[in-house]
C-alpha cells in the first residue's frame, strides 16, 4: 500500500512564503516523475510544476518566477517553495506521484489529499 501526504500549507500574508511537502510512504521500489496542482474555490485543478526522478523541472508558464519544485529521493519527498505569496494563490495544492512499487509491476499514479494554502490581503 502506497500513501502520498502533502503538508506544509496554511494562513500566510500577502508577501509571505511556505514550503510544501509532499512525501511518499509504504511499499516503494521508484519514485518517477511527480507533479504539484493546485485547485481554487470554483476553479478547474492546475498544474503548477513537476520533476522527473532525474531532477529535471518543469513550470507552468504562469507559475515561473515566484515557486521552486525540489526533490530528496532519499526522503521519498518532494518539495514546493511558494515566495511572494498573492491572495490568488488561495487553493488547496496537491501532489502527484507516479511510483513503481516493485520491478514487476506497473507504475500506478497516486494523488495526495492536499493541502490548504491560504494567502490574505
Known amino acids: 500500500q502506497v500513501q502520498v501526504v502533502e503538508s506544509g500549507g496554511g494562513l500566510v500574508q500577502a508577501g509571505g512564503s511556505l514550503r510544501l511537502s509532499c512525501t511518499a510512504s509504504?511499499?516503494?521500489?521508484?519514485?518517477?516523475?511527480v507533479g504539484w496542482y493546485r485547485q481554487a474555490p470554483g476553479s478547474q485543478r492546475e498544474l503548477i510544476a513537476s520533476?522527473?526522478?532525474?531532477?529535471?523541472?518543469t513550470y507552468a508558464d504562469s507559475m515561473t518566477g515566484r515557486f521552486t519544485i525540489s526533490r530528496d529521493n532519499a526522503k521519498n519527498t518532494v518539495y514546493l517553495q511558494l515566495n511572494s505569496l498573492k491572495p490568488e494563490d488561495t487553493a488547496v495544492y496537491y501532489c502527484?506521484?507516479?511510483?513503481?512499487?516493485?520491478?514487476?509491476?506497473?507504475?500506478?499514479?497516486?494523488w495526495g489529499q492536499g493541502t490548504q494554502v491560504t494567502v490574505s490581503s
Open positions: 502527484n506521484a507516479n511510483i513503481w512499487t516493485s520491478f514487476s509491476s506497473p507504475i500506478r499514479n497516486y
Open positions: 509504504g511499499r516503494i521500489f521508484r519514485i518517477n516523475d
Open positions: 520533476i522527473t526522478s532525474g531532477g529535471t523541472t
